[in-house]
């Protein structure tokens, strides 16, 4: 465990998500969009990778796990 998150790429990733006000609109806009959260996730993933973006700007790999993980805590 790390800070509350199964490890510390899931807390970085879900940290960035929370804090990045487009990261976040776009999770949230998926999250309302897409069913289930697992399409949402692997959709965000896709539009991160199609941007150039694999990792967070302090190096965490973006991963749909780890992005599924984040995006829990957004409804």
């Known amino acids: 465990m790390y800070n509350g998150h199964p490890s510390k790429n899931y807390w970085n990733v879900a ?4 804090n990045d ?3 976040y609109t776009l999770a949230r806009t998926l999250i309302r969009e ?3 959260r697992k399409a949402a ?3 965000m993933l896709d ?3 199609e941007a150039g ?3 967070t700007p302090d190096g965490a790999p973006y991963t749909r796990a780890s992005i ?3 995006m829990r805590g957004l409804t």
Not at 15 to 18: G, N, R, S
Request: overall charge positive.
């Open 41 to 43: 996730a692997q959709a």
């Open 21 to 23: 006000y487009g990261l």
């Open 53 to 55: 973006v694999r990792e």
């Open 47 to 49: 539009s991160l990778r």
């Open 68 to 70: 599924q993980h984040a």
């Open 34 to 36: 897409t069913k289930p």
């Open 15 to 18: 940290l960035w998500i929370a």
